[in-house]
């Protein structure tokens, strides 16, 4: 489905909107460039997938309407962030089993912002924040900080899948 200039002017200015509702202000200007392309759904002509130099950045989830992150997205969005905005921060000793997709366990978690939420999207990086996965919080930030025991956050993608 082709779309004109005013329909992807649209569209950027729908996923950077919803991107600042989820992420915080100044998201949707740093994932989404005025030059991303989209696909839309054959069946509802909603957006799907938005990319970047034939690089995906997110996916619009079609059960609750809000992004999910690629690696590639998550790299973009940090850059607008400052530490630990978005993040969960695992100890060094551990990084080697969430890059090839292990959950986060609480007790790995060295730094988290405190803002997270279950069911949020963040983003999982190392002690020097180099991004390891991004995936789904199960716990709050003050509680992935608090804990001991316990999955704090359900990853989706990691770079060895990558």
């Given amino acids: 489905m082709s779309l004109n200039a005013e329909g992807k002017m649209a569209d950027i200015q729908k996923v950077r909107a919803l991107a600042d509702y989820q992420f915080g202000r100044g998201a949707g200007f740093a994932l989404f460039p005025q030059d991303v392309m989209f696909t839309h759904s054959k069946t509802t002509g909603r957006i799907r997938h938005i990319y970047l130099n034939e690089k995906m950045l997110a996916t619009l989830r079609p059960t609750d309407g809000l992004l999910a992150l690629t690696l590639t997205g998550a790299r973009r969005l940090l850059t607008a962030f400052e530490r630990p905005r978005l993040r969960v921060i695992v100890q060094d000793d551990v990084t080697d089993v969430i890059a090839a997709g292990g959950s986060v366990f609480a007790k790995h978690v060295k730094e988290a912002d405190v ?33 001991k025991r316990g999955v704090a956050v359900k990853v989706r993608k990691s770079i060895m899948e990558d």
């Fill in 115 to 147: 803002e997270i939420r279950p069911n949020e999207e963040v983003i999982v990086t190392n002690e020097e924040g180099k991004v390891l996965a991004v995936g789904r919080a199960l716990l709050t930030g003050l509680e992935m900080l608090a804990f």
